[in-house]
């Protein structure tokens, strides 16, 4: 479960667009962040997807992406153009293909690679659904298919664009706007596939065209409930409308960090074994399954695009950390698989975060407060070194990386030498969880 959110020029302090997204997945399949130069390629040439090769484009551009160690695609990343995507599992009435095909994630890197703009990145992921449709396994332990909606972002337009099959509907958003695993997308929409309303017609699913809505009629009702996605995006349009017209990126990243209800009430990360946060916690039982394994927020200013990172799970305890596509990354370490290996910094973040998990609300406040002084701090000096030279911002972005590495590694010796009150089922599910990880129970002991 996941939720993508955008503010749109005329809601940001700045007149900036501002977007944000939350990566939820199965507690162990870490977190990538990872970037690729501009590249030409062979005319004729073909690139290997995650499951199926297409055509490859002649010309790629250089891409940033935050995605699962182990799919080709991402689940958010940005280009060169300041373009960014994100996107969101969609539950449909219609089947899903099971055979392999292109993934939601495959789509969005192949806009990223070949877009320069929001509008040409709708346009590339609707003909390449039209050419390949979309398919295959998404999960990593536990076999999971859905399809996929998108938001699209560049400095000056913002899109929503929703699937369900080869079907599709699109529209330019203006203002604030968030998508959490449900279509949001009723008869107002700008770009729809030719035979979007027909064919839910002939299925009997509404009268005729004046009856139509994409979201009632193409939505599983069941697995759309389970997500508890009206719940999380009522939350997140209240956390963005809350603060209309003064949206900065500091209010993106509270957004994902946060874990309140539509209600207003807060929830500890452990409360449930069912429902869903915006800063999600996995939890006990066959629902509360997912994970926020990694987080972005984009500050899409037309000269100089700002991009920061978490690169670790949970943003709750992670700090955002400032990167650019035209510098350098800093040394995350070897890309992490699914089992623990303390030289990857998913991993290292892991220790601080599941300790966390043990009580989770008393022993966040230990260090939540010096984690929003730091990023505080990353964040004016990221804003400063915008107009420096790459080689100036790539250090700015290492070091940046480097002192939350310190930070984290101070904060979980105090994490883990304060007293903890955790619930057996959420004990007991994250013993298995760290258990299917290989993690030393050396590294999680008080």
């Not at 994630?105 to 390449?128: N, P, S, Y």
């Not at 009206?230 to 957004?255: F, N, P």
């Not at 220790?351 to 230990?366: F, V, Y």
């Not at 505080?376 to 590495?405: H, M, Q």
Request: proline fraction near 4%; glycine fraction near 6%.
């Amino acid at each position: 479960m996941c939720d993508t959110l955008i503010a749109t020029p005329e809601t940001t302090k700045d007149g900036v667009m501002i977007f944000g997204k939350n990566s939820d997945r199965e507690p162990n399949e870490a977190h990538h962040v990872v970037s690729y130069p501009a590249m030409d390629h062979a005319q004729d040439s073909r690139v290997k997807c995650t499951y199926i090769d297409i055509p490859q484009a002649r010309h790629t551009y250089a891409i940033l992406l935050a995605k699962p160690f182990w799919i080709w695609g991402a689940e958010m990343g940005a280009n060169e153009h300041g373009l960014v995507i994100g996107n969101e599992a969609l539950f449909t009435r219609i089947p899903y293909n099971k055979n392999g095909g292109l993934l939601g994630m495959d789509l969005l890197r192949l806009a990223l690679e070949r877009a320069a703009t929001a509008h040409e990145g709708v346009k590339i992921i609707t003909d390449l659904l039209a050419q390949f449709s979309q398919g295959g396994n998404h999960g990593l332990a536990h076999e999971t298919y859905y399809h996929n909606s998108y938001i699209l972002a560049d400095p000056h337009d913002a899109w929503v664009l929703e699937t369900a099959g080869r079907h599709w509907a699109a529209k330019k958003i203006k203002g604030i706007y968030s998508i959490s695993n449900g279509i949001t997308i009723e008869n107002d929409f700008d770009l729809a596939s030719p035979e979007l309303v027909s064919f839910a017609v002939q299925r009997g699913w509404c009268k005729n065209e004046s009856d139509f809505s994409f979201a009632r009629c193409y939505s599983d009702l069941i697995f759309t409930r389970f997500s508890d996605c009206r719940k999380r995006r009522a939350r997140s349009m209240y956390l963005l409308d809350a603060q209309r017209g003064q949206i900065t990126v500091e209010t993106m990243m509270s957004a994902l960090r946060d874990h309140g209800q539509a209600d207003g009430s807060q929830r500890s990360a452990d409360e449930s074994l069912a429902g869903a946060d915006i800063c999600m916690h996995a939890g006990f039982g066959p629902i509360r399954i997912s994970q926020t394994t990694g987080s972005m927020v984009s500050y899409l200013d037309a000269k100089s695009p700002l991009h920061f990172a978490t690169a670790t799970a949970a943003p709750c305890t992670s700090i955002f950390k400032p990167i650019w596509i035209d510098a350098s990354l800093p040394d995350l370490g070897p890309a992490p698989v699914e089992t623990y290996d303390s030289s990857t910094l998913f991993w290292r973040h892991e220790r601080l975060h599941r300790s966390t998990l043990r009580d989770h609300e008393n022993l966040i406040a230990t260090f939540a407060p010096e984690r929003n002084a730091l990023e505080r701090e990353f964040v004016a000096e990221a804003f400063s070194a915008r107009t420096k030279n790459a080689a100036a911002r790539a250090k700015v972005s290492a070091e940046c990386f480097a002192r939350a590495d310190e930070a984290e590694a101070k904060w979980l010796a105090r994490v883990q030498s304060a007293p903890s009150d955790q619930s057996w089922h959420h004990a007991s599910a994250w013993k298995q969880y760290n258990r299917d990880a290989k993690i030393p129970a050396k590294v999680l002991q008080s």
